[in-house]
């Protein structure tokens, strides 16, 4: 298991990039990170196939990526890339990589040592798109961000993207944190809804060509920002919330769902944390051997008024053995 995370720097807009890694049973060491610096305006990938793991992030202004090789790591060509990294992950048993130029959402794969033209691309305006991780085939939800935005699910067949089912509209403002996941006939989106103080987060289920939408997931008050994960055959809700500030910082709190069957229904529900920082970060899920491994942006242990921290927690898979 691989975990990246920034140090700071005193270059503008670019971090040092720090990676860790661990055994099942073992504990975490530092890696060799692919790259000193990245971008910080920009997302950092790790992605892994066959055994395989690669990277693709942003170095001034300009696309990396590359695979570990050994122990080394060994750069890709990217020259028909163009445009800014979205995503770069494992779709449908296939590398993809998603940059936007524009207004238009192009797509790549990587096959052998080089990123080639995977699709035709589209043009999206300014829509959030997210692809999905663990689908049998390339999922991709996109969100408009006006008023009246709704969420439209793509799947890749051939080289287009073709559109499942209707799209859903009139959903609201709010941040496209997480792409879609499978289950049967059923792919669920998760769809937060910007609100004045408490921004609910909720699961869009698109069975048959129909939406549902599920009431939202937050544990008490705070506003909540959060992905869906597929992981073997399990599927999980993770969220932060975030309530009043006190004191110039947040009341934070943690939140792990399991969720069950084609409706994605929750399941078993727990908090992970409660404390007191700067505000949300990044969350994930995985199931890695017989446990769940969480991860979570947590305050700083040494400044927690001006940093958060990567933190991972593992738990017990339910005897059920789902």
């Known amino acids: 298991m691989l975990v990246a995370g920034y140090a700071n720097r005193r270059d503008a807009g670019r971090a040092t990039l720090r990676l860790a890694s661990r055994e099942q049973r073992g504990t975490w060491t530092p890696s060799r990170a692919p790259i000193s610096t990245v971008d910080t305006n920009a997302p950092f990938f790790l992605a892994a196939r066959g055994g395989t793991l690669c990277f693709a992030a942003m170095q001034r202004s300009q696309l990396q990526a590359g695979c570990l090789s050994g122990q080394h790591w060994r750069a890709v060509t990217a020259q028909q890339v163009r445009g800014r990294l979205v995503q770069f992950s494992l779709a449908g048993r296939r590398l993809l ?79 496209s944190t997480g792409g879609p996941i499978e289950n049967g006939n059923s792919i669920a989106v998760p769809l937060v809804t910007a609100q004045t103080d408490h921004w609910p987060i909720r699961i869009a289920v698109l069975t048959g060509g129909n939406w549902s939408v599920s009431k939202p997931l937050n544990v008490g008050s705070g506003s909540a920002q959060g992905i869906l994960a597929q992981s073997g055959r399990t599927s999980f809700a993770i969220w932060q919330q975030d309530g009043p500030i006190k004191q110039g910082l947040y009341a934070a709190s943690g939140h792990l769902a ?36 969480v991860m979570t942006t947590r305050a700083s242990l040494s400044a927690p008024r001006r940093a958060l921290r990567v933190h991972i927690d593992s738990m017990a898979l339910r005897a059920s053995g789902t």
């Not at 999905?132 to 439209?152: D, E, N």
């Not at 069950?260 to 229904?265: E, K, N």
């Not at 404390?275 to 051997?289: C, M, S």
């Open 258 to 293: 399991e969720l069950t069957g084609d409706q994605f229904r929750v399941s078993t529900a727990i908090t992970l944390w409660k404390e007191f920082n700067i505000g949300p970060g990044d969350v994930d899920v995985i199931r890695f051997g017989a446990r769940v491994w």
């Open 97 to 175: 990589l998603l940059t936007s130029d524009g207004g238009v959402l192009r797509t790549y794969e990587l096959a052998g040592h080089a990123l080639r033209p995977a699709a035709e691309p589209i043009t999206l305006g300014g829509a959030i798109s997210q692809m999905s991780q663990g689908s049998a085939t390339p999922l991709m939800s996109s969100r408009g961000t006006g008023p009246g935005s709704g969420v439209t699910v793509r799947r890749l067949i051939g080289k287009k993207w073709m559109i499942v089912g209707r799209p859903l509209i009139n959903v609201g403002i709010g941040p």
